[in-house]
């Protein structure tokens, strides 16, 4: 949510955002904001000059009492009366007016960084630069279920009699190769000196729509029926929850903390042989990173992240590249966000396997998070990456480690996690 100043001074610099973002639908709700905070502030202004009078003549009735002048006390009375009811409808009117700014503004998207590519969506999104060196064996890798159901690692037959398509069970070497992977990740970002956190993997609606937007929460979320309570999609969303109404010191800033949950997600629309797989499902476990700053810190920490994602994808042997996110690929909430992709070697193509974004002060602005400074109160800079989402991370894994003979390769930072494997094959 961006600050209504900018609608008060700068209207044409809001539209123009909207236009980058290719959102002409939502142009119209400039003015009209624009109009009701008028109407907002017009109201406010004559409430307040009928509270003063209704202050002043109140007294005023005070000393004709003690005066002995009980006639005209009356009918100063009579006449405050009249101003209550003056005072209760303007304070209906500005309290109407400030709920429609609300929602129309909740609509309205974060005004972008300038050097955020134009484009209507991901196919315009811009690659930044490759780690790593894209290869392509001699021999052919399989369908990644496939290598996973001859090394007896999943099992999406059963998953789908108990669950329905987009579940899976994930047995043996494969699921402990899932469970390493992402205790590596929790172990390598408290070696980058985040805090550690599990958080809850159920919130509530004002969080959500806190922490993103409409279109997303629909898209997104499960709802558990009967409750104000939805599945987390990602960690992100409970971690910057959880400052939810706080005022944070400036000196405790920045927070930079680490997080592990499972994640739910709809996935709508996924279609294809990926159903098969493991690619698109309803059920995954992330790490996670979220920082809340300074806003003059922010863009620091933003390329600090990702880059912490690039490096943990090439201590697995994995190449990467970075993805800059054009204007229409932006979520309304992001000011500029970047996707790291993941080499894969059987399709000979780039796949995403996480994705760092900063949101400036707009899901500080809708959760009420602010900073204590010695000029007052002030909303902070929030931002959130990826670190290992998988199994997702575990296709990139497996393809980039799988050797002729159907084994797996394991590199020597997760051997700890494995017992000390160097290999999975088939028994």
């Given at each position: 949510?961006?600050?209504?100043?900018?609608?008060?001074?700068?209207?044409?610099?809001?539209?123009?955002?909207?236009?980058?973002?290719?959102?002409?639908?939502?142009?119209?709700?400039?003015?009209?904001?624009?109009?009701?905070?008028?109407?907002?502030?017009?109201?406010?202004?004559?409430?307040?000059?009928?509270?003063?009078?209704?202050?002043?003549?109140?007294?005023?009735?005070?000393?004709?009492?003690?005066?002995?002048?009980?006639?005209?006390?009356?009918?100063?009375?009579?006449?405050?009366?009249?101003?209550?009811?003056?005072?209760?409808e303007y304070e209906r009117i500005e309290e109407d007016a400030n709920k429609q700014i609300k929602e129309k503004m909740?609509?309205?998207?974060?005004?972008?960084?300038?050097?955020?590519?134009?484009?209507?969506?991901?196919?315009?999104?811009?690659?930044?630069?490759?780690?790593?060196?894209?290869?392509?064996?001699?021999?052919?890798?399989?369908?990644?279920?496939?290598?996973?159901?001859?090394?007896?690692?999943?099992?999406?037959?059963?998953?789908?009699?108990?669950?329905?398509?987009?579940?899976?069970?994930?047995?043996?070497?494969?699921?402990?190769?899932?469970?390493?992977?992402?205790?590596?990740?929790?172990?390598?970002?408290?070696?980058?000196?985040?805090?550690?956190?599990?958080?809850?993997?159920?919130?509530?609606?004002?969080?959500?729509?806190?922490?993103?937007?409409?279109?997303?929460?629909?898209?997104?979320?499960?709802?558990?029926?009967?409750?104000?309570?939805?599945?987390?999609?990602?960690?992100?969303?409970?971690?910057?929850?959880?400052?939810?109404?706080?005022?944070?010191?400036?000196?405790?800033?920045?927070?930079?903390?680490?997080?592990?949950?499972?994640?739910?997600?709809?996935?709508?629309?996924?279609?294809?042989?990926?159903?098969?797989?493991?690619?698109?499902?309803?059920?995954?476990?992330?790490?996670?990173?979220?920082?809340?700053?300074?806003?003059?810190?922010?863009?620091?920490?933003?390329?600090?992240?990702?880059?912490?994602?690039?490096?943990?994808?090439?201590?697995?042997?994995?190449?990467?590249?970075?993805?800059?996110?054009?204007?229409?690929?932006?979520?309304?909430?992001?000011?500029?966000?970047?996707?790291?992709?993941?080499?894969?070697?059987?399709?000979?193509?780039?796949?995403?396997?996480?994705?760092?974004?900063?949101?400036?002060?707009?899901?500080?602005?809708?959760?009420?998070?602010?900073?204590?400074?010695?000029?007052?109160?002030?909303?902070?800079?929030?931002?959130?990456?990826?670190?290992?989402?998988?199994?997702?991370?575990?296709?990139?894994?497996?393809?980039?480690?799988?050797?002729?003979?159907?084994?797996?390769?394991?590199?020597?930072?997760?051997?700890?996690?494995?017992?000390?494997?160097?290999?999975?094959?088939?028994?």
């Open positions: 949510m961006i600050d209504i100043k900018l609608i008060r001074e700068n209207k044409e610099l809001v539209k123009e955002n909207i236009r980058k973002k290719f959102q002409d639908h939502k142009l119209p709700l400039v003015d009209e904001v624009y109009d009701l905070d008028l109407k907002a502030r017009q109201a406010k202004k004559e409430g307040d000059s009928l509270r003063a009078l209704k202050n002043e003549k109140s007294a005023l009735i005070g000393d004709l009492m003690r005066n002995g002048k009980k006639e005209e006390a009356e009918k100063l009375k009579l006449e405050v009366s009249g101003y209550n009811e003056k005072i209760v909740m609509v309205i998207p974060n005004i972008i960084a300038d050097d955020v590519p134009l484009g209507e969506d991901d196919t315009k999104n811009v690659e930044n630069e490759k780690f790593g060196e894209p290869f392509v064996p001699e021999f052919e890798i399989p369908y990644h279920a496939d290598i996973c159901e001859r090394l007896n690692g999943l099992d999406k037959a059963s998953a789908g009699r108990t669950s329905g398509n987009g579940f899976y069970y994930l047995i043996g070497d494969i699921a402990r190769l899932h469970s390493a992977m992402l205790s590596y990740a929790r172990d390598f970002m408290i070696d980058k000196g985040f805090t550690y956190a599990i958080p809850p993997f159920m919130i509530r609606s004002d969080v959500v729509t806190g922490v993103m937007s409409f279109e997303e929460m629909d898209a997104m979320m499960y709802k558990i029926e009967g409750e104000d309570l939805y599945l987390i999609g990602t960690s992100e969303h409970s971690m910057i929850g959880k400052f939810k109404d706080q005022i944070i010191k400036e000196e405790e800033l920045p927070i930079a903390m680490t997080s592990y949950s499972p994640c739910f997600r709809k996935e709508v629309g996924a279609h294809g042989i990926e159903e098969r797989g493991l690619y698109r499902v309803h059920q995954f476990e992330k790490q996670e990173m979220i920082v809340l700053c300074k806003p003059e810190e922010g863009m620091q920490w933003y390329n600090k992240m990702w880059q912490y994602t690039v490096e943990f994808f090439r201590s697995l042997d994995i190449p990467v590249r970075t993805l800059e996110c054009c204007s229409g690929d932006l979520a309304d909430l992001k000011v500029k966000s970047c996707d790291v992709e993941a080499w894969s070697p059987r399709q000979q193509k780039y796949f995403e396997v996480g994705s760092c974004s900063i949101l400036g002060d707009a899901q500080a602005r809708r959760l009420g998070i602010r900073m204590k400074t010695s000029n007052g109160n002030e909303y902070l800079t929030t931002l959130n990456n990826t670190v290992l989402a998988t199994p997702r991370g575990l296709i990139g894994f497996i393809e980039n480690n799988y050797n002729e003979d159907g084994s797996i390769s394991i590199p020597e930072v997760l051997r700890p996690y494995m017992g000390g494997k160097e290999k999975i094959e088939a028994k």
